[in-house]
């Protein structure tokens, strides 16, 4: 079936398959270059970029749908997932019926009382990735999947700046209690990768002593008998994460003072 017939059957029969009136938008961070990237959605037909994002089948969890999106968009299964916040009290998403002003630019005309045209309410999912594993893909709405720096952002489509905006700062809020970082680095790293990849997240300079001090206290990240060779008298040990307390830090949670 070829994508316009996809999306006519979606129009017509979609509500039989679809939660109306819910959503699904996923941030999802990757880091590359010391940079923290966003994965951006382009439409067809129009300028305009957005998150990733889908409707919520019947038949599943909130987290199952949001799983889903993010494989369908990255490739990528069984990765780090967070529920962060609802969106549906902006000026935007009371006004304007986003699916079908979009749909209209696209040169898609949905019926006035059809499922698409009711206002949305969306949960807004963060996720973290290793960006070398990402196989980017568009959606049926959209041409381009590509990365884009977080401090390079376009004006997004819909309210999703704002989603992106408190996606980041409850990253940051939760680094204290969480050991986010197993998705976004390596299997196995140097201690400065580690440092860098917190001072990216958190936007400021830690120390480069009593940083590392920390998580190897708490036992979540492991030193390894290799060493990687960078250069002339130069092969800092590497270290991975010990998955064991990692996982059990995720449950439980931690205490980290940055």
């Not at 129009?11 to 699904?24: A, E, V």
């Not at 957005?50 to 987290?63: A, D, N, V, Y």
Request: overall charge positive; hydrophobic content about 40%; aromatic content about 10%.
């Amino acid at each position: 079936m070829d994508t316009e017939k996809l999306i006519q059957d979606l129009i017509d029969n979609g509500h039989k398959t679809y939660i109306g009136n819910l959503s699904i938008d996923c941030t999802i961070f990757g880091y590359h270059e010391r940079r923290l990237k966003v994965l951006l959605l382009k439409w067809k037909g129009i300028e305009g970029w957005s998150l990733p994002g889908g409707r919520i089948k019947k038949t599943e969890t909130l987290q199952a749908a949001a799983a889903r999106i993010l494989q369908e968009r990255t490739g990528l299964a069984n990765i780090f997932l967070k529920q962060y916040q609802v969106f549906g009290d902006s000026d935007f998403r009371v006004k304007q019926p986003e699916m079908t002003n979009l749909l209209k630019a696209m040169k898609i005309t949905v019926p006035k009382n059809n499922w698409l045209a009711d206002r949305t309410f969306s949960i807004g999912f963060y996720a973290l990735v290793e960006y070398s594993e990402v196989d980017p893909k568009p959606d049926l709405f959209t041409e381009e999947c590509n990365w884009c720096d977080i401090n390079e952002l376009p004006e997004l489509l819909f309210d999703h700046n704002e989603m992106v905006d408190l996606a980041q700062k409850t990253l940051r809020q939760e680094l204290s209690y969480l050991p986010i970082g197993s998705n976004l680095l390596p299997k196995k790293f140097t201690l400065p990768e580690i440092h860098d990849l917190y001072e990216t997240l958190l936007g400021k300079s830690l120390d480069r002593r009593n940083f590392p001090k920390k998580l190897l206290a708490l036992g979540i990240i492991k030193k390894l008998a290799e060493t990687r060779n960078i250069g002339a008298h130069r092969s800092p040990f590497l270290y991975r994460f010990d998955m064991r307390n990692y996982n059990r830090a995720l449950q439980e949670g931690l205490a980290v003072q940055f």
